[in-house]
Nanobody, 120 residues
Framework: QVRLVESGGGLVQAGGSLRLSCAASGIMFSNNAMGWYRQAPGNQREFVATMTSGGNTNYTDSVKGRFTISRDNPKNTVYLQMNSLKPSDTAVYYC??????????????WGKGTLVTVSS
């Protein structure tokens, strides 16, 4: 079965740092684009960062220069290094995996999330 398990969330003061991890199993990790999304209470889930299987990255404007997505294919793990955290970063962070097959069919999986709380 496919599993995406996030870890590394917690409580941190504004200006601090956290590194989130997402361990994947049941997928061909190196063939998947990986991403991070977040959802704050009362808000829609929003895109944070993605990395393609080829290593190309994309970030939402609010985290550019502060967050870095990376992946370790032999460990089947994707990371999100979060620096200079702000209270507005408080949210549940979700790991996403997406595989686009040769015929154009795409399939996605989601983790259950890890909570990040940034205090003032």
């Amino acid at each position: 079965q496919v599993r995406l398990v996030e870890s590394g969330g917690g409580l941190v003061q504004a200006g601090g740092s956290l590194r989130l991890s997402c361990a994947a199993s049941g997928i061909m990790f190196s063939n998947n684009a990986m991403g991070w999304y977040r959802q704050a209470p009362g808000n829609q889930r929003e895109f944070v960062a993605t990395m393609t299987s080829g290593g190309n990255t994309n970030y939402t404007d609010s985290v550019k220069g502060r967050f870095t997505i990376s992946r370790d294919n032999p460990k089947n793990t994707v990371y999100l290094q979060m620096n200079s955290l702000k209270p507005s970063d408080t949210a549940v962070y979700y790991c996403n995996a997406k595989n686009v097959y040769r015929n154009g069919y795409a399939i996605e999986y989601w983790g259950k999330g890890t909570l990040v709380t940034v205090s003032s």
